[in-house]
């Protein structure tokens, strides 16, 4: 098939290249402008952009698709579909009409459940067992349109990163598969009574909240790593949490209950087994605590 490609992270990577190695006509790739990163800000082309030029695509990235000129250009690549994974701006309803078959969107939840920027977050925080992949034809609404298929995985202990690289893996075979029986597959309805909304993650939702229980902690450890990464404070110096285990304690939430780094919550505690002190390389937490060492007794903020 002929096909315009519009995806901006590493996570619409595999289907790019997946959409290639099944020997589709990939003729124009979208993603978001290049931005500023590094210590030395300099422009970065998105990962998406990245993977385009190593395969030799053809790469633009507007700033909207709202302007006139802007739909003309993507109508006149005469697509027979468009496929989105993790785009990241609006497709206006002329961008949506143009390719024979409209746009398919590889979107990381089982829909209707966390429609929106942040589902594989949103999943952990709440403590679901399970999410997925849907293939869906994309409309005006926000993830509102109708899904052609799902693919589903446990979310068991993983954190926001290996779940997000699994899902990426998973959602690029099952666009393959989708785009190979498009034929058959019959659109099902979202039922909007159902849905949940998945917003954008807000930096300040990292910092841990010892008054909660260690499960719901130790969620926002997986959800946050690797970014924007869980942290707390502890002599105005900002640790992060990469990794955590529910423990066995109790005390006031937020006090080290001892040299392990076991820190009480509201019901229970966890302990923290990997973390970072600012501007200093992440470590296991024996090898943190004989630097300089968090001692039992303290309270973290």
């Known amino acids: 098939m002929r096909i315009v490609f519009m995806g901006t992270p590493d996570f619409a990577v595999p289907t790019l290249e997946a959409l290639v190695h099944a020997a589709h006509d990939v003729v124009c790739v979208y993603t978001q402008p290049p931005r500023k990163a590094g210590r030395g800000k300099k422009l970065q082309p998105t990962p998406v952009h990245a993977a385009a030029d190593r395969l030799g695509i053809e790469v633009r990235h507007p700033a909207s698709l709202k302007p006139q000129e802007e739909k003309d250009a993507f109508a006149a690549l005469e697509a027979d579909v468009g496929v989105v994974a993790a785009y990241g701006l609006i497709l206006p309803q002329a961008v949506l009409d143009a390719p024979e078959h409209g746009c398919l969107n590889?979107?990381?939840?089982?829909?209707?459940?966390?429609?929106?920027?942040?589902?594989?977050?949103?999943?952990?925080?709440?403590?679901?067992?399970?999410?997925?992949?849907?293939?869906?034809?994309?409309?005006?609404?926000?993830?509102?349109?109708?899904?052609?298929?799902?693919?589903?995985?446990?979310?068991?202990?993983?954190?926001?990163?290996?779940?997000?690289?699994?899902?990426?893996?998973?959602?690029?075979?099952?666009?393959?598969?989708?785009?190979?029986?498009?034929?058959?597959?019959?659109?099902?309805?979202?039922?909007?009574?159902e849905a949940t909304h998945a917003p954008k993650i807000d930096k300040a939702e990292a910092r841990l909240d010892w008054t909660q229980d260690a499960e719901q902690v130790e969620r926002q450890v997986r959800?946050?790593?690797?970014?924007?990464?869980?942290?707390?404070?502890?002599?105005?110096?900002?640790?992060?949490?990469?990794?955590?285990?529910?423990?066995?304690?109790?005390?006031?939430?937020?006090?080290?209950?001892?040299?392990?780094?076991?820190?009480?919550c509201g019901s229970g505690a966890l302990r923290l087994t990997r973390v970072q002190r600012a501007g200093k390389p992440a470590m296991d937490t024996a090898d943190f605590q004989r630097g300089r060492a968090i001692a039992q007794g303290a309270h973290l903020d």
Do not use: N
């Open 223 to 264: 959800a946050f790593t690797p970014w924007p990464g869980a942290f707390f404070e502890h002599e105005d110096t900002r640790v992060k949490v990469l990794a955590a285990q529910i423990a066995e304690g109790r005390g006031d939430p937020g006090t080290v209950l001892d040299d392990e780094l076991t820190v009480a």
């Open 106 to 193: 590889v979107h990381a939840s089982i829909l209707p459940r966390w429609r929106g920027a942040a589902p594989i977050q949103r999943a952990i925080l709440a403590g679901d067992t399970g999410t997925g992949v849907t293939i869906m034809q994309m409309e005006a609404g926000l993830d509102t349109g109708p899904m052609l298929a799902t693919v589903r995985t446990p979310i068991d202990r993983k954190t926001a990163g290996e779940l997000t690289d699994e899902l990426a893996r998973k959602g690029a075979q099952l666009m393959v598969g989708t785009l190979r029986d498009l034929a058959i597959h019959i659109p099902l309805a979202q039922d909007d009574a």
